[in-house]
């Protein structure tokens, strides 16, 4: 089975600031990850996924993660933040072994607050 | 194309009471999902649907709640009877097959028990 930690409940920032969501996972298989924006009072929207490769993904609305094998980390990041970002962010992850059936487990969500 | 389909997307019923939940995916998908968001906390997956058979429903409280997929396409989910820790966010997603391509997810009904 797999676990996903967000260290962070919310992160207030100013617009244009640079911001850091982290993900923290544990699973005794190998792992895809994903990051998804809920705004508010809609559905979830994939942001950006890691499923092999290079370990620095890039996704939508200027976000990139990276993932870090060692630290079991998958962290969310962005140079400059725009109002429009306000949302909250959750990490999910799946188990990459044959059969798993790619089942989603996610964190509990970071609620990002960008500032004017 | 459009999107997942959820209606209603809110209801207010009273503990005891029964409640159902509609979803239609987007067309073509294979795969349909439900999963509940409790207020600050991530979803939980319920079920998956893989056409109109289950794959998962390990973390669906049976003894309450029920879900169909007929004819593989739309999908109900039921409550019966509701508690208040039903309140919660109900999500429908759907993905093209039940590999690891990405899930659309639907707006969400909003169900408070009170």
């Known amino acids: 089975a797999q676990s996903v930690t967000q260290l962070d409940s919310q992160v207030p920032v100013f617009e244009e600031a640079p911001v850091e969501l982290r993900c923290n996972y544990s699973?005794?298989?190998?792992?895809?990850l994903f990051w998804y924006v809920q705004y508010p009072n809609q559905g979830l929207q994939l942001l950006l996924k890691?499923?092999?490769?290079?370990?620095l993904v890039k996704g939508i609305n200027g976000f990139e993660a990276e993932f870090n094998k060692s630290q079991t980390s998958f962290h969310l990041r962005k140079p400059s933040v725009h109002i429009s970002d306000t949302a909250e962010y959750f990490c999910a992850v799946s188990g990459a072994s044959g059969g798993s059936n790619y089942k989603l487990t996610f964190g509990k969500g970071t609620l990002l607050t960008v500032n004017p | 194309e459009a999107g997942v389909a959820q209606s209603p997307r809110y209801k207010i019923i009273e503990k005891r009471q029964s409640v159902a939940f509609w979803c239609n995916p987007i067309s073509g998908h294979a795969t349909l999902y439900w999963y509940q968001q409790i207020l600050g906390q991530g979803p939980k997956l319920l079920i998956q649907?893989?056409?109109?058979?289950?794959?998962?429903d390990s973390q669906l409280p049976k003894d309450r709640f029920s879900a169909e997929r007929l004819k593989g396409v739309d999908s109900t989910l039921k409550i019966q009877p509701a508690k208040l820790e039903d309140s919660a966010v109900y999500l429908c997603?759907?993905?093209?097959?039940?590999?690891?391509?990405?899930?659309?997810f639907g707006p969400g009904t909003r169900l408070l028990v009170l």
């Open positions: 649907f893989q056409n109109n058979g289950v794959v998962d």
């Open positions: 890691y499923l092999s490769g290079s370990t």
């Open positions: 699973s005794s298989v190998s792992v895809y």
């Open positions: 997603a759907s993905s093209p097959d039940r590999g690891i391509e990405t899930q659309y």
